[in-house]
């Protein structure tokens, strides 16, 4: 009997450990070349001297940063204090903060200006899209898609409490996110990821309520996640996923 409830607890971690392993590991982000010649006047989180764009490429997903400028320039006529400036956003739509600079180029985690409309950038984290008409849980993913984003990723403590804060911005006091109990009673991300690979959770007293009544989940403004019913109409975070410029090789600026 005893040998027989090791080899069931061996199972079942060896199950959970494969799961977790299947999914894909987290590469290191890619920056694109958005604009040559120009520099985001952005805010600058960190600042060093590089003389290959790869070395600012590194330094900036040390910092965290959303985009960069790098000036190939090293030594020479117009000598600069730092050639690789890390920011902790990102230019969105029609890159406001882009100025004329020869010395530097921008590049960026979202490649494709054109499609983050009316997006919020989190620090550090991110560009979301809230969405404030209610909607049900895959009417709001397909409101994502369309928008060339999905629905927000909340596997952290730091993802859980901006975005709390953006709904307390907005005045709004939940949101749909990117988890959905499946037929296994696993809460999984529309990319396959589990949550039971992730150590982070933040949900509501007597949350996750019982599978079939409440699969889908959201964050609340109060920092704390609440599954409810995938047919309740609400509203949603969309988030941006990086991805190079495949409509066009530059942002044209006036």
């Known amino acids: 009997m005893l040998l027989l409830i090791i080899t069931c607890v061996i199972f079942s971690s060896v199950q959970a450990i494969n799961k977790c392993s299947n999914d894909e590991p987290q590469v290191n982000p890619e920056y694109y070349l958005v604009k040559k010649c120009h520099r985001s006047k952005l805010s600058v989180s960190a600042k060093a001297n590089f003389a290959k764009l790869s070395s600012c490429k590194r330094f900036a997903r040390e910092k965290r940063g959303l985009s960069f400028n790098f000036s190939p320039q090293v030594g020479g ?143 609340t403004r109060h920092r704390i996640w609440r599954t409810v019913s995938c047919e309740e109409q609400l509203e949603a975070i969309c988030e941006f996923i990086p991805e190079k410029n495949v409509v066009r090789p530059y942002l044209t600026t006036t």
């Open 77 to 219: 006529e117009g000598c600069l204090e730092y050639t690789c400036e890390v920011l902790q956003c990102a230019e969105i739509s029609t890159g406001s903060s882009l100025t004329n600079d020869s010395r530097y180029d921008y590049y960026s985690l979202f490649g494709n200006l054109s499609l983050t409309v009316n997006s919020t950038c989190v620090p550090s984290l991110g560009l979301f899209y809230f969405i404030s008409k209610k909607r049900t849980f895959s009417e709001s993913i397909d409101i994502c898609r369309n928008q060339s984003s999905v629905l927000a990723y909340v596997t952290s403590e730091d993802k859980t409490n901006a975005l709390a804060k953006l709904l307390a911005d907005v005045g709004s006091e939940e949101a749909y996110i990117n988890l959905k109990r499946d037929n296994s009673s696993d809460f999984t991300a529309s990319n396959g990821d589990l949550l039971e690979c992730a150590s982070y959770r933040a949900w509501a007293p007597g949350h996750p309520r019982k599978r079939g009544k409440a699969d889908c989940v959201t964050v």
